[in-house]
């Protein structure tokens, strides 16, 4: 039996991921206005049509953040930040980390219920 995925990336593509909080807002707001002034001053190495097409992508979400308005529905939009979620994951090893904290939990818990 497949165990479900508890990746932000999978919760995402379920639709289950829950509305975003005035702290997360602000850290995304940071992340993708970096993300778009790298890609204009050209420090990240992204080809320039890429470019061309993440620039409009990180508006929409800019736009969405800053106004708290309905968050752009466009297929690119989601798209580009399952990828970016996907590889957020990979590279902080989110599931050995969730796995890790819930094996120390259970553990503690063990070990409270031994007292």
């Not at 379920?14 to 995304?28: H, K």
């Not at 996907?86 to 599931?95: G, H, L, P, R």
């Amino acid at each position: 039996m497949r165990r479900p995925s508890l990746t932000f990336a999978s919760r995402l593509r379920r639709g289950s991921a829950p509305a975003i909080a005035p702290q997360s807002r602000e850290f995304l707001t940071a992340v993708f206005d970096g993300l778009r002034c790298d890609l204009i001053d050209g420090t990240v190495s992204e080809d320039p049509r890429s470019a061309g097409r993440t620039i409009p992508i990180l508006d929409a979400l800019l736009a969405g953040l800053r106004d708290e308005s309905e968050m752009s529905g466009d297929d690119r939009v989601r798209s580009y930040v399952e990828e970016l979620a996907k590889a957020t994951d990979k590279e902080n090893e989110y599931e050995r980390a969730v796995c890790e904290h819930r094996a120390f939990a259970e553990l503690c818990n063990a070990l409270d219920r031994q007292s």
